[in-house]
């Protein structure tokens, strides 16, 4: 193997010091510029770190860093707890954070005096930010990250079944393509997922996950939708935290701790769920839980199991040898999930806390679980077991004095696996077939970042710097008849450790936010088969600002690199690993590279048209070049490998650009809301102009939701695709001529959530919340664009759901 040579182009670094000097310059002119009276004035912003706790003491610590007072009776704090806030904000947004799901709501007198009195304040859109930490590693209020963000929350995640199917709905997000079971869903974002060659960062509580496991069997993230606190999706180039492999973005999954399950105002309870679906699937979940307010612990026990059969798709796609139509997909999968979580608060400001997780599935499937529909007449079904488990230990201490102090450090082991296989007797020869075939992902690794809160004069900084490191191993047993066979890339490890820094600058109140990045990998990579490695650097930077030009409106703009370095399998593969090709090692490969900058805006107001109401948007367009991108090709035309089949080789291609737009935007009222989403992607071979590595088709969503009565809400959306244009339109295989899709299609959901009284108990327990709805409404079929038209891959059919939580 060859070691990487990684020397910078003079001409790129002439383009990223001009990027440097625009945005420099872009940022003082309009400084030195700016008048007293131009701009709106904004309440001055501080930096707040005020932990979850009693409400009183929040309210203290509140105090503080604003210097305002906030008269309560004591009668009135009592019992009641804050969720804490933490980030940059105005002390009206500070406040209004401090007192979310408390039931109270802060006035403001004449006089200037803020007083709490019963009842929550109408919510409204803005009233606390919504917050991202992949995209810099700091809180940051997703309206005014510079780049493209998308978080999924309670009221989304409820909604799906899976998260990737909850970032359907997404902009620059695409799935479907696949038959719909749990082991397969097929995912993309900016171009890349499954597929994709780890070009997606998919991370839970921090822990990697490999979608595929370097198999094309299954595309999945192994999470539960009932466990999940929040999913950030950061679209685009991402390297400062997380390192090599943010080309298309990062899907950020973080669990749910022992409070998210207790009953409102009390200290422990339990937690269950059922959901029921009509196109085969059924599942439930419990939990116990203990967070008590006056003690330094809590704990958490949680169980799933869930059950899915053979499964509708939207319209017939075949014959069988009767002639009669199918359109049902052979499947029965059983999932089991268990999730064991504590924490200590060791003294003020340290806490310790530890996780377990556990995902399984055990199926009856069929080989490739993405693409073939029923099970083989000659082997008959796959028997399967697809797991994840993760143990992760976290610690954090907030130095209640020292503002440059706040320590979070993360160790986690890992490790995935899916291992299928059958045995079937050969009709004509009488023999008995085994096949076992297990593909396995461990990985170990840490994470220790320091967060700095600290002022120049007027500015306020917050600089965040971090080191991590992670080992991982993949493996690969394919054993037919009791004969083992190898594969020239497995097994192999990957080493990868990196260290980064991000400074966040604050001036002028808040008008203007800059970010400074970047970060320094280093990654080995080695293949037991032989005594070759293949090793590199990388330093990843990332420049970017917001700056509010008038109240509310913020302009955007954001420049970034990131890398992906050349997996085993690219690197080393060799010999007949599929009919299709006879694979050639290649140790030359170079790392992927993408630089892209971001250019936008965002806009909030409140008071629209209503005291309660708020409108905000943001919009992002995006540019970037992939340089040495790596993907298959054929070489020596002219020869056939000993199998008959044709030569292939990962090679890096000289260029690829990529540009598009995704714009969000919401209006909430009391009586209701409305969102609307848009995304658009061109991904193309400067070499031949030509789509790559797929197809994508614009899409619109649409969201709305009306409040019926107090509790009652009534809600649907509308997800459509654009017709595409495909290019190349059509490909020949076999002799036959397939065209890719070329149509537009249209899915609606509905639901209906109803949530009584939060405080009130019954028969059915606290916090009671019933959800029912129909997914595909219309029972109209969806191809993803990358796939052709005689595809079988038609989408899930129509989907009645309903389901049941509540906690006592």
């Keep these: 193997m060859s070691r990487l040579q990684k020397a910078r182009q003079p001409a790129q670094r002439v383009v990223a010091r001009a990027v440097f000097a625009a945005l420099s310059a872009m940022t003082l002119a309009t400084a030195a510029n700016a008048q007293e009276g131009a701009v709106a004035a904004v309440e001055a912003v501080r930096q707040y770190r005020i932990d979850a706790g009693p409400l009183a003491a929040a309210l203290e610590q509140f105090k503080v860093v604003s210097g305002i007072t906030v008269e309560a009776a004591p009668a009135l704090l009592a019992g009641r707890r804050s969720a804490g806030v933490s980030g940059e904000y105005g002390a009206e947004a500070a406040l209004t954070g401090l007192l979310q799901g408390t039931g109270l709501s802060a006035a403001r007198g004449a006089d200037g005096r803020w007083t709490l009195q019963p009842g929550a304040a109408p919510r409204q859109v803005g009233s606390l930010p919504t917050i991202t930490v992949v995209g810099t590693s700091l809180e940051t209020d997703s309206r005014v990250y510079p780049g493209s963000v998308s978080l999924l929350g309670r009221e989304a995640l409820e909604n799906h079944g899976s998260v990737i199917s909850a970032m359907s709905e997404l902009p620059g997000v695409t799935t479907g393509g696949d038959s719909g079971r749990l082991t397969g869903e097929q995912f993309n974002i900016r171009g890349f997922g499954y597929q994709s060659e780890d070009r997606v960062i998919v991370l839970q509580d921090g822990v990697r996950r490999s979608a595929s496991l370097y198999s094309n069997h299954i595309s999945s993230f192994r999470s539960d939708n009932d466990l999940l606190k929040q999913v950030e999706v950061v679209k685009g180039a991402s390297s400062v935290q997380n390192g090599g492999g943010a080309i298309g973005g990062v899907v950020s999954m973080t669990t749910k701790d022992a ?27 419990v939990a116990a839980a203990y967070a008590p307010e006056d003690k330094p612990y809590e704990l958490l026990a949680y169980a799933k199991k869930g059950q899915a059969g053979d499964l509708e798709l939207s319209r017939q796609f075949s014959v069988d040898s009767q002639g009669k139509g199918v359109d049902t997909v052979d499947n029965d999968e059983d999932l089991r999930v268990l999730y064991l979580q504590g924490g200590i608060k060791l003294a003020p400001g340290h806490r310790l806390s530890l996780s377990y997780y556990d995902y399984k599935i055990d199926n009856e499937t069929t080989w490739q679980t993405l693409y073939h529909t029923n099970y083989s007449t000659t082997t008959g079904p796959v028997i399967g077991e697809l797991q994840q488990r993760d143990i992760v230990a976290k610690y954090r201490y907030i130095d209640p004095v020292r503002a440059w102090l706040n320590v979070t450090g993360t160790v986690y082991h890992s490790r995935a ?32 970042s320091n967060e700095a809160h600290f002022e120049t004069g007027s500015v306020l900084h ?42 966040e600058s604050t001036f002028w109140d808040g008008r203007l936010v800059t970010q400074l990045s970047g970060r320094y990998d280093r990654f080995d990579r080695r293949v037991d088969a032989n005594e070759g490695s293949y090793d590199g650097d990388h330093f990843s930077p990332r420049l970017g600002a917001s ?43 170079k790392p992927e590279t993408i630089r892209e900058y971001e250019l936008g805006f965002s806009y909030e107001k409140k008071g629209v048209f209503a005291a309660s109401d708020s409108f905000d948007t943001k919009l992002m367009y995006f540019d970037g070049r992939i340089q040495d991108m790596i993907a298959l090709a054929l070489v020596r035309p002219d020869e056939a490998s000993p199998e ?41 071979n400067e070499a031949n102009d030509q789509d790559t590595p797929q197809a994508f088709a614009d899409k619109l969503n649409i969201g709305a939701f009306f409040n019926a009565t107090p509790g009652l809400r009534l809600g649907g959306s509308v997800t459509h695709w654009f017709k595409p244009s495909p290019n190349p339109a059509s490909f020949v295989s076999g002799g036959q001529t397939y065209w890719n899709v070329r149509d537009d ?32 409404l219309f029972d109209a079929s969806y191809l993803n664009a990358r796939d052709v038209e005689t595809t079988t891959r038609v989408g899930k059919g129509r989907n009645v759901f309903a389901t049941l939580e509540t906690r006592f």
Aim: charge should be neutral.
């Design 547 to 589: 700056l509010q030009v008038a109240t509310g409106l913020h302009m955007l703009a954001n420049w970034s690199e990131a890398f992906r370095a050349p997996t085993p399998h690219e690197t080393s593969s060799e010999g007949p690993l599929n009919p299709h090709y006879w694979y050639l090692p290649n140790p030359n490969l």
């Design 462 to 503: 917050r600089f965040v710097a971090g080191v991590d490191y992670e080992k991982r191993k993949e493996d690969a047993t394919y054993l037919f008849n009791g004969v083992y066979s190898d594969f020239g890339s497995l097994p192999n490890t990957y080493k990868d450790s990196g260290a980064y820094g991000h400074l």
């Design 745 to 776: 299609y249209t899915i609606t959901n509905v639901y209906a959530r109803w949530r009584p009284n939060a405080q009130g108990s019954g028969f059915f327990g606290r916090d009671l919340s019933v959800r029912v709805g129909v997914d595909n």
């Design 417 to 448: 696996s899916y291992d299928r296989g059958y045995a079937y007797v050969d009709i004509n020869t009488g023999a008995t077939n085994d096949l076992d075939y297990e593909n396995a992902d461990k990985r170990y690794g840490m994470r220790l």
């Design 644 to 684: 008959g089949s044709p030569y292939g080789m990962y090679r890096n291609v000289d260029r690829v650009k990529r540009h598009g737009v995704e714009w969000q935007a919401s209006y909430e009222h009391a009586l209701g809301g409305l969102s609307l989403a848009y995304s658009t992607l061109s991904q193309k």
């Design 259 to 285: 409070k998210d399950f207790v009953p409102t105002g009390q200290d422990a309870g339990f937690a269950v769920k059922t959901r029921y679906e009509s196109n085969n699937y059924r599942e439930g979940y």
